[in-house]
């Protein structure tokens, strides 16, 4: 914060043009922030922009303009100018180290640094930068234009700064914050998976079918959508490393993967994006 007021965030950079990475891009985009979508993908970026550019036309409620606020690279150098720089690769701490690794030498000294990081060490992850205190977790919700929540989660070195930034940058595009100490998987993936994971074991030990135990719950604890489906929609292989995490993180076996779950992710039957899961979406 300074004496005129909080220090707004002007420009983005995304790492990764996966579902995060665009829904990210998307909001911020229509915040009025300037963005900088960074994949390692060319391809990957322009489908990316694509879609980006397409889900803020149908947009009736925004009537900002977005030429000159949205752009793709598949160079990392490109994110140097950027105010805020945040990390949505995949859920894999040595590919978000290296990211960091690479990043921080082209950022100019004063620019933070996020990660979306859905479970992971945010104290660890900001070893691997040259800006610990200029570093936290900013974990969005899966689809981030729709859920209202951002989950700050400070490492043991971020500073009050960077925190107030982080939530003021919430602000500006429009939702609500909760957070979180850096524990595995937070607050929001600690509750829900461990719920989701249990669906799986009720489906294993042939306790109902996959219909049966996402009707029961949505019905039955007015839920938005069923345990089963919901996996399906955050990726099974992403349920399975926070289960991972919470499970190392925690030594205990409450929090043990669900064999049933770690068969699917073997056979690459990972939801939605990959067209199967517990549902068929081919």
């Known amino acids: 914060m300074t004496d005129q007021g909080p220090i707004l965030i002007r420009s983005v950079g995304v790492i990764g043009a996966g579902q995060m990475g665009l829904g990210i ?7 009025g922030i300037a963005v900088q979508l960074y994949d390692v993908s060319g391809d990957r970026i322009r489908e990316g922009i694509g879609k980006v550019r ?6 009736k409620c925004t009537e900002l303009p977005i030429s000159g606020k949205l752009a793709g690279s598949d160079s990392i150098d490109d994110l140097g100018a950027c105010d805020l720089v945040i990390e949505a690769a995949t859920e894999n701490e040595a590919i978000k180290r290296d990211v960091f690794q ?13 990660t979306n990081t859905s479970s992971l060490s945010i104290t660890r992850l900001a070893k691997a930068t040259d800006r610990p205190d200029r570093f936290l977790g900013i974990h969005f919700m899966n689809p981030v234009p729709v859920m209202k929540l951002i989950e700050l989660v400070r490492g043991i070195a971020t500073s009050q700064q960077t925190y107030e930034v982080a939530q003021g940058y919430a602000a500006q595009l429009g939702k609500e914050v909760t957070t979180s100490e850096d524990s595995p998987a937070f607050i929001v993936n600690r509750v829900v998976l461990p719920m989701i994971n249990e669906a799986i074991f009720a489906l294993h030990e042939g306790v109902g079918t996959v219909e ?5 719950v949505k019905l039955g604890a007015n839920h938005p959508m069923g345990p089963l489906r919901l996996a399906d929609f955050i990726g099974l292989d992403t349920c399975l490393a926070i289960m991972r995490v919470l499970h190392e993180g925690f030594a205990d076996q409450k929090y043990r993967p669900c064999p049933l779950l770690v068969k699917y992710v073997e056979a690459g039957w990972l939801g939605r994006k990959t067209g199967r899961g517990f549902y068929d979406y081919r």
């Open 25 to 31: 891009a998307e909001v911020s985009v229509q915040a």
């Open 54 to 59: 397409e889900a803020i036309s149908r947009n």
């Open 102 to 114: 690479r990043l921080c030498p082209i950022l100019k000294p004063e620019a933070l640094i996020a």
């Open 212 to 216: 049966a135990i996402d009707r029961g």
